[in-house]
């Protein structure tokens, strides 16, 4: 073997020893008795992944050192990252792994390195197959079926919504969790309504649980379900028709009827009455008609102009924001951001267009919901983050806290519960304990200036708690504890009460809920039903992007990234339902980043501007 083969072989081993280590802390005397203590070679899986990494280094490893470039070593060393934070938090509820002692420092260095090489190797094989394959010249040896050929969206609709028949029949008349089951609560009175959800898609359920109400509290939640799953399916499926009409590989379209169709999650979410179905859906949607607005090839394609396309992204995103709250936020950065792929004479209209959806929600936020009686959302919402930072600092530090301290905090919140309530991956019990109705700016202020008080203190106790209430968002080998992905239960919550209930046996649910569960356990499948997958994949095409030098094209993933970014912010850890938008628009996502990697098309794309 030459000297590369020779170093292909020391890495592979580096990386399985990454690999192997536990996670765990040891407090052992000396580095070595430490490194032993963490270190588990013994078992089988893991000399078949040194194996593996043995003929797969040293295979690629030539071809590795020429195609390797500056983003697959950023993102190898994020991944890295990622990996040691997510190890640490999964099995010690800290950053001991990485942070405990000096030696721990070197052996989580050591791991660092383990994974860099094998994120850098793997990312950049994979850029460089990528870039030598050609989304467009790409032809499936066998056409479509000749009905789907002619009727790709209808196709895909009929095959998504037969694979979500299951779902639907065996959970009629519908899952209500406890999102779904407030916003019905409000709509009949049972509590104070307000814009804690989208309160126009609370109208809208709500006024189809009126009409079946006409029968029964069953009927009504039915109807919901029924007509909701319906436009989810028509979302998805339009999704499928654009990638067809685009000429996308006849692999990515069945691939994408497939992915709505068979994924658990879509068909859970299809029978369920929740926000994020909709929203999810919708969104999609409009992912799919912001890039056919972005490139005139595929405005070509639809059979379209612009103009149109314009009217219909703006509606669909109004649509989005009516769906839920924080949806504002990635249409109106993602359509100031379409600027810059139209001509210069289109962006004034594009920059209309976003203004006015931006407008428009405003509107139906700051003046017609106060006028229909709807109440703004408490301002606790927003402060998971510095409110699970306090939490955990009077768990971990309570004997350097001021009196001064305490009594700013107990302004906001219960003092006196706060240890007691905190769960890091969950920030609900600690905002529970919010003062609702006696806030006031100065005592915002001063329960601020005690949290940063704290924070110059002890600044590392708040990096923890931010960490393990969000590293399920980026660590794919997560499975979210704090509550369940899916919502396959129908519960009472408030003092108003529905008659309603399931009408097939418990035994023929729990089949159903056991074979979405087993998703989450099978290699491969796990992982596309992990939250943070899904981000390890926005930032994999991302960076595709930049290995093709095509950066601008990232500006497209702006709605897509600020998902992930509100999900960081969100009272969970690693969330399920609030990462489906992003798992919703993935498609989308692999068709624009791979597409727009293509020179030769987005240059013929900007000659017919």
Same mark, same amino acid.
Request: aromatic share 16%.
């Given at each position: 073997?030459?000297?590369?083969?020779?170093?292909?072989?020391?890495?592979?081993?580096?990386?399985?020893?990454?690999?192997?280590?536990?996670?765990?802390?040891?407090?052992?005397?000396?580095?070595?008795?430490?490194?032993?203590?963490?270190?588990?070679?013994?078992?089988?899986?893991?000399?078949?992944?040194?194996?593996?990494?043995?003929?797969?280094?040293?295979?690629?490893?030539?071809?590795?050192?020429?195609?390797?470039?500056?983003?697959?070593?950023?993102?190898?060393?994020?991944?890295?990252?990622?990996?040691?934070?997510?190890?640490?938090?999964?099995?010690?509820?800290?950053?001991?792994?990485?942070?405990?002692?000096?030696?721990?420092?070197?052996?989580?260095?050591?791991?660092?390195?383990?994974?860099?090489?094998?994120?850098?190797?793997?990312?950049?094989?994979?850029?460089?197959?990528?870039?030598?394959?050609?989304?467009?010249?790409?032809?499936?040896?066998?056409?479509?079926?000749?009905?789907?050929?002619?009727?790709?969206?209808?196709?895909?609709?009929?095959?998504?919504?037969?694979?979500?028949?299951?779902?639907?029949?065996?959970?009629?008349?519908?899952?209500?969790?406890?999102?779904?089951?407030?916003?019905?609560?409000?709509?009949?009175?049972?509590?104070?309504?307000?814009?804690?959800?989208?309160?126009?898609?609370?109208?809208?359920?709500?006024?189809?649980?009126?009409?079946?109400?006409?029968?029964?509290?069953?009927?009504?939640?039915?109807?919901?379900?029924? &007509?909701?799953?319906?436009?989810?399916?028509?979302?998805?499926?339009?999704?499928?028709?654009?990638?067809?009409?685009?000429?996308?590989?006849?692999?990515?379209?069945?691939?994408?009827?497939?992915?709505?169709?068979?994924?658990?999650?879509?068909?859970?979410?299809?029978?369920?009455?929740?926000?994020?179905?909709?929203?999810?859906?919708?969104?999609?949607?409009?992912?799919?008609?912001?890039?056919?607005?972005?490139?005139?090839?595929?405005?070509?394609?639809?059979?379209?102009?612009?103009?149109?396309?314009?009217?219909?992204?703006?509606?669909?995103?109004?649509?989005?924001?009516?769906?839920?709250?924080?949806?504002?936020?990635?249409?109106?950065?993602?359509?100031?951001?379409?600027?810059?792929?139209?001509?210069?004479?289109?962006?004034?209209?594009?920059?209309?267009?976003?203004?006015?959806?931006?407008?428009?929600?405003?509107?139906?936020?700051?003046?017609?919901?106060?006028?229909?009686?709807?109440?703004?959302?408490?301002?606790?919402?927003?402060?998971?983050?510095?409110?699970?930072?306090?939490?955990?600092?009077?768990?971990?530090?309570?004997?350097?806290?001021?009196?001064?301290?305490?009594?700013?905090?107990?302004?906001?919140?219960?003092?006196?519960?706060?240890?007691?309530?905190?769960?890091?991956?969950?920030?609900?019990?600690?905002?529970?304990?919010?003062?609702?109705?006696?806030?006031?700016?100065?005592?915002?202020?001063?329960?601020?200036?005690?949290?940063?008080?704290?924070?110059?203190?002890?600044?590392?106790?708040?990096?923890?708690?931010?960490?393990?209430?969000?590293?399920?968002?980026?660590?794919?080998?997560?499975?979210?504890?704090?509550?369940?992905?899916?919502?396959?239960?129908?519960?009472?919550?408030?003092?108003?009460?529905?008659?309603?209930?399931?009408?097939?046996?418990?035994?023929?649910?729990?089949?159903?809920?056991?074979?979405?569960?087993?998703?989450?356990?099978?290699?491969?499948?796990?992982?596309?039903?992990?939250?943070?997958?899904?981000?390890?994949?926005?930032?994999?095409?991302?960076?595709?992007?930049?290995?093709?030098?095509?950066?601008?094209?990232?500006?497209?993933?702006?709605?897509?990234?600020?998902? &992930?970014?509100?999900?960081?912010?969100?009272?969970?850890?690693?969330?399920?339902?609030?990462?489906?938008?992003?798992?919703?628009?993935?498609?989308? &996502?692999?068709?624009?980043?791979?597409?727009?990697?293509?020179?030769?098309?987005?240059?013929?794309?900007?000659?017919?501007?």
């Amino acid at each position: 073997m030459n000297k590369r083969k020779w170093i292909s072989v020391i890495a592979a081993f580096w990386s399985a020893a990454a690999i192997a280590l536990s996670g765990e802390f040891v407090e052992a005397n000396g580095l070595l008795r430490t490194l032993n203590s963490e270190l588990n070679g013994i078992r089988l899986d893991k000399l078949i992944v040194l194996a593996a990494l043995v003929a797969f280094y040293y295979k690629v490893w030539d071809r590795f050192v020429e195609e390797s470039k500056w983003i697959t070593h950023l993102l190898a060393a994020s991944f890295s990252v990622c990996m040691l934070i997510g190890i640490s938090y999964s099995t010690q509820g800290s950053w001991v792994f990485f942070m405990g002692n000096r030696k721990q420092m070197v052996i989580a260095f050591l791991a660092f390195a383990g994974y860099f090489i094998l994120f850098d190797v793997t990312l950049s094989i994979f850029y460089g197959w990528l870039s030598r394959l050609n989304l467009y010249q790409i032809r499936a040896k066998k056409p479509l079926p000749a009905f789907a050929q002619k009727h790709s969206h209808l196709w895909a609709f009929l095959v998504i919504y037969l694979c979500w028949l299951p779902w639907i029949i065996v959970f009629f008349p519908g899952s209500v969790p406890a999102d779904g089951y407030r916003q019905l609560d409000m709509y009949f009175g049972g509590e104070k309504f307000t814009t804690r959800h989208a309160w126009v898609l609370t109208m809208f359920v709500g006024l189809l649980m009126s009409i079946g109400r006409l029968i029964n509290d069953n009927m009504g939640v039915f109807l919901i379900i029924l &007509v909701t799953s319906l436009l989810e399916c028509y979302c998805y499926s339009g999704v499928c028709s654009r990638l067809k009409k685009w000429k996308a590989p006849k692999q990515l379209y069945v691939g994408s009827v497939l992915f709505f169709g068979l994924m658990p999650m879509f068909g859970t979410y299809a029978q369920t009455v929740i926000k994020d179905s909709m929203f999810s859906a919708v969104f999609a949607l409009y992912m799919a008609l912001y890039a056919e607005c972005a490139i005139p090839a595929l405005q070509k394609r639809s059979g379209k102009r612009l103009s149109s396309q314009l009217i219909q992204l703006a509606i669909v995103g109004i649509l989005t924001c009516f769906c839920r709250n924080n949806g504002i936020y990635m249409v109106f950065v993602s359509m100031v951001f379409l600027i810059f792929f139209v001509a210069k004479r289109q962006r004034l209209v594009v920059l209309a267009l976003a203004i006015a959806v931006f407008g428009c929600y405003s509107v139906s936020e700051k003046a017609v919901a106060p006028a229909l009686g709807i109440s703004s959302i408490s301002s606790r919402v927003y402060f998971s983050i510095p409110f699970q930072q306090t939490a955990r600092y009077v768990r971990s530090y309570p004997e350097d806290v001021t009196e001064e301290e305490k009594d700013a905090i107990n302004q906001i919140l219960n003092y006196d519960q706060l240890a007691q309530r905190y769960n890091p991956e969950l920030s609900d019990p600690v905002k529970a304990t919010y003062r609702t109705g006696n806030i006031t700016k100065e005592k915002l202020m001063n329960y601020f200036k005690a949290w940063f008080s704290m924070f110059k203190k002890h600044p590392g106790v708040y990096i923890e708690a931010t960490l393990h209430n969000t590293y399920g968002y980026f660590y794919p080998f997560y499975h979210n504890t704090a509550q369940g992905p899916y919502r396959l239960y129908n519960k009472t919550f408030t003092e108003y009460q529905f008659e309603y209930d399931y009408v097939f046996p418990k035994e023929a649910r729990s089949v159903m809920a056991q074979y979405a569960y087993l998703w989450r356990n099978v290699p491969g499948f796990a992982q596309i039903s992990n939250s943070g997958a899904y981000t390890w994949m926005l930032l994999i095409l991302a960076g595709y992007l930049f290995y093709r030098k095509r950066g601008k094209g990232i500006l497209a993933l702006a709605a897509p990234a600020l998902n &992930v970014a509100i999900c960081v912010a969100s009272p969970v850890n690693g969330m399920f339902r609030y990462v489906l938008p992003l798992i919703a628009c993935m498609p989308v &996502v692999v068709y624009w980043c791979i597409g727009y990697g293509e020179k030769e098309f987005t240059d013929k794309s900007e000659e017919s501007r």
